[in-house]
Structure formats: structure tokens, C-alpha cells
């Protein structure tokens, strides 16, 4: 049975901060990775989606990578802004299904 | 130009209610689905549709009921609703089988159950 985690749960961070959020799955025949964010009180906005062929993909200042082999992918948020405080969740593509992390709230403060 | 729509945005009802809950998506997409977000935040697939026929069913009670009339829409019907079933429920549309595909989410419905 696929399980997602996410480490860490929360992260307070000051404004132009890089920094990294994590990933981990425990079966690696995945179809897809994909990142998404959610505001408070709102719907999920897709960030990026990795193919389980890829090693990573780049939008702005995110980057995700993904190693299938040892169950991780990472999101690098570069230069964070106030603007990117919300909850970040990566999501694995199983079959005909996301399976879903527990989410990393992420809070950066000016 | 809204992609995954869904109505209600919110819906207050009491134990033991019938209510519905629409989703309608506009991106030519052949597949649907209905996720669960419980209070501590945790989303968990419930089903999923494709071009009408019913592909995955999450080990949902069956007082859940979804419908799809097409394959642009996708209703979620729930009989006699309890306590634990408050919580908020995207609906989720892609193309068939998500190896290759985004799924692209609803705003969410906020069910509260009294």
C-alpha cells in the first residue's frame, strides 16, 4: 500500500529564503509526482507534475526533482516570498489515483 | 473561464439530510473524480469516473452515491449524513489513466454536518 509523507509539517521561514520541502513514498512503481499548493479556506493549484521518467521539472522559482529508486522527490522553493505562504502537498500518480502527503504548512514572513 | 467548478461552495445540513453536490468541468477531460479532505487536513481519493463508467470506489459507505451524466460532469449524492462526514470534497478532472496528465481541482465544497 502506497504512503506519502511529508516532512517537515511546518516551516517558518524570513522573506529570500531558499529552501527545500521533502517527499518521501514507499512504492516506487508510480505513474506521477505531482506538486500542488493550497491556500487557506481554498482549492488545490497544480505547481508542477514530474512523469515518473523524469528527474525533474522547473517553473519560476520551483524546482522538483524526483528519484523513483530511492522514494523521494524534493520541491525548491528559490528566493520565498511572503506570497508563498500557504500548505504545499505532493501527490503520487498510482494507477488510475493521486495518493496524497500530509502537506508541509509553509509560512514566510517578511 | 473556469476549469473544475463546483456548487454548492458551502452546505450546512443536519444528521440524517439528503444533499447533492455539483461538479462540472469544461477542459475535455474524459475522467472525474471525488476527493475527501477531513478536518486534519488529509485528502484521500473517493472515486473516479471515467467517460461515465465508475473506475475506482474507494471503499466509500454506500450512502455515497456519485453520478455522471456526462462526461463533463460528475455529481456526488449523499443519503443520510452523519457527523463524520463533515469535511471539504473537491472534485478533480483529467485525461484518462493520470501517467502523463495533470489532475486539475474543484474549489472545493465545505460540508458541515450538524
Known amino acids: 500500500k502506497q504512503e506519502v509523507t511529508q516532512i517537515p509539517a511546518a516551516l517558518s521561514v524570513p522573506e529570500g529564503e531558499n529552501l527545500v520541502l521533502n517527499c518521501s513514498f514507499t512504492d516506487s512503481a508510480i505513474y506521477n509526482l505531482q506538486w500542488f499548493r493550497q491556500d487557506p479556506g481554498k482549492g488545490l493549484t497544480s505547481l508542477l507534475l514530474?512523469?515518473?521518467?523524469?528527474r525533474e521539472q522547473t517553473s519560476g522559482r520551483l524546482n522538483a526533482s524526483l528519484d523513483k529508486s530511492s522514494g523521494r522527490s524534493t520541491l525548491y522553493i528559490a528566493a520565498s516570498q511572503p506570497g508563498d505562504s500557504a500548505t504545499y502537498l505532493c501527490?503520487?500518480?498510482?494507477?488510475?489515483?493521486?495518493?496524497f502527503g500530509t502537506g508541509t504548512r509553509l509560512q514566510v514572513f517578511p | 473561464d473556469t476549469a473544475v467548478s463546483q456548487t454548492p461552495k458551502y452546505l450546512v445540513t443536519q444528521m440524517g439530510n439528503d444533499k447533492s453536490i455539483k461538479c462540472e468541468q469544461n477542459?475535455?477531460?474524459?475522467?472525474m473524480y471525488w476527493y475527501k479532505q477531513d478536518s486534519k487536513k488529509f485528502l484521500k481519493i473517493m472515486f473516479s469516473y471515467n467517460n461515465k463508467e465508475l473506475i475506482i470506489n474507494e471503499t466509500v459507505p454506500n450512502r455515497f452515491s456519485p453520478k455522471s451524466p456526462d462526461k463533463a460532469h460528475l455529481n456526488l449524492h449523499i443519503n443520510s449524513l452523519e457527523l463524520g462526514d463533515s469535511a471539504v470534497y473537491f472534485c478533480a478532472s483529467s485525461h484518462y489513466r493520470a501517467k502523463d496528465y495533470e489532475q486539475y481541482f474543484g474549489p472545493g465544497t465545505r460540508l458541515t454536518v450538524t
Open positions: 477542459l475535455g477531460h474524459d475522467t
Open positions: 501527490a503520487v500518480g498510482n494507477t488510475d489515483k493521486l495518493i
Open positions: 514530474i512523469q515518473s521518467s523524469q
